[in-house]
């Protein structure tokens, strides 16, 4: 399978490697494609994925397309 990405996002996703530690490309989006996956089953399932700031008791809710298309579907 060959992957297109824009040349502007090739940036970005070293910066994302380098920034976890993954050992090459493959090891980064195999575990995006994992987060995807259980994103995806936990908004067909009725919840939200957010992030909680437990000092201020504040959360965000996460917000994307491809997360509101799958519970569409």
């Known amino acids: 399978m060959l992957i ?6 090739e940036n ?4 994302l490697r380098n920034t976890t ?6 090891e980064l989006f195999n575990n995006a494609l994992t ?19 437990e000092t201020e008791k504040s959360y965000r809710v996460l917000q994307m ?5 799958a519970v569409a579907n």
Do not use: F, P
């Open 12 to 15: 970005s996703l070293e910066s």
């Open 4 to 9: 297109q990405i824009d040349d502007g996002d």
């Open 35 to 53: 987060m995807l996956s259980w994103a995806v089953e936990q908004r067909r399932a009725g919840r939200e994925i957010g992030s909680i700031n």
């Open 65 to 69: 397309n491809i997360l509101d298309r």
């Open 21 to 26: 530690g993954a050992k090459d490309y493959k």
